[in-house]
């Protein structure tokens, strides 16, 4: 099903998650790599491959034409709600927002401002949100009598990490996010638990100071963060550059998504899907260049506005034609 033109791709942010973009990219047969945008200085950055120019933020507006779809590779705590709108207003987008208790009001302002400029926007997209979000409906419609669990980690988690650096006083810094044993136990033996955040995740920091921040306002700040850390046990630990990278720079991740139910005569039941990723940004970045395939042919079809993973037909992210999948996959 590849399309007879390349898909352009731009990349917006050049972090962890934008040279994962790249180097996904790099393995379609169907895109290529339009841009990379930029808040550092152009001429600063050293690309994967060095096959695609790249350009500081203020050069978008003029080059919007020059991409098919825009991959949003910012922090969700506060890029992406800034960055978003604006860029759905130029063009089409993917992004990785994952502040779950934001999302509603997120989708409202991408739908509005994709919507007035007729382009496609599929928003929160990754494996959590996005891959474990599906498993999470497909298991409540499969099992409705039942409870869903999800357990993340250990890993880091990218969101976590950045609204970490974002306090007042952090120089750098790493978030675990740490599942309780006891609790995964409990929803593999078959029980259905009610659990509180802290009874099934605890958040370890790793924090390098800068110079003159106070130690304990920065502790406070962190473990107070609403939608971050604030229901959680969350652990902050004070620790120099080095030692930071040294031992903390491994970007693994997992976890998984139980449904335990009863079906109809009485029968307990449990579906899991579980993930192992050794690198995290390169697995979300697989799955949003995935979603920029589809968003294209949302657009095609189209279908504006804003989406999530619940409107895209599995079909749609993959590069064979429908015909294949049935022969090959059904």
């Known amino acids: 099903m590849i399309m007879n033109q390349p898909i352009r791709i731009a990349i917006v942010g050049y972090g962890n998650l934008g040279r994962g973009v790249e180097a996904a990219v790099a393995r379609c047969p169907d895109m290529s790599l339009s841009a990379i945008y930029s808040r550092r200085p152009a001429a600063s950055i050293q690309t994967l491959f060095g096959n695609a120019p790249v350009y500081e933020m203020e050069a978008l507006n003029g080059r919007a034409n020059e991409t098919d779809v825009f991959v949003l590779c910012g922090g969700s705590k506060e890029d992406l709600p800034r960055q978003g709108p604006q860029l759905a207003a130029l063009g089409n987008t993917v992004d ?95 029980a259905r638990p009610r659990f509180s955040p802290r009874q099934m995740h605890r958040r370890e920091c790793f924090v390098v100071l800068k110079d003159g921040a106070n130690a304990d306002a920065v502790r406070q700040a962190i473990v107070s963060m609403p939608h971050y850390f604030d229901e959680y046990e969350t652990v902050v630990t004070i620790v120099d550059a080095r030692t930071l990278d040294a031992e903390h720079r491994g970007m693994a991740h997992g976890g998984f998504v139980i449904r335990s139910g009863r079906t109809g005569s009485d029968h307990e039941q449990r579906l899991e899907l579980g993930l192992s990723a050794s690198s995290n940004p390169e697995l979300t970045s697989s799955i949003l260049v995935a979603y920029a395939r589809a968003a294209v042919r949302l657009h095609r079809m189209g279908k504006i506005g804003a989406h999530s993973v619940f409107d895209v037909a599995p079909g749609w992210l993959s590069l064979k034609s429908n015909e294949q999948l049935r022969a090959e996959w059904l």
């Open 96 to 190: 990785s927002f994952d502040t779950h208790a934001r999302i509603a009001e997120y989708f409202s302002a991408m739908d509005e401002a994709a919507r007035a400029a007729g382009h496609t926007s599929i928003i929160s997209v990754g494996w959590d949100p996005g891959l474990f979000s599906i498993h999470r409906v497909l298991g409540e419609a499969f099992l409705p009598d039942g409870d869903t669990y999800t357990f993340w980690g250990k890993g880091v988690s990218q969101g976590h990490s950045d609204a970490l650096r974002r306090v007042e006083g952090v120089a750098d810094g790493v978030q675990y996010t740490v599942p309780i044993e006891r609790a995964i136990e409990q929803v593999r033996s078959g």
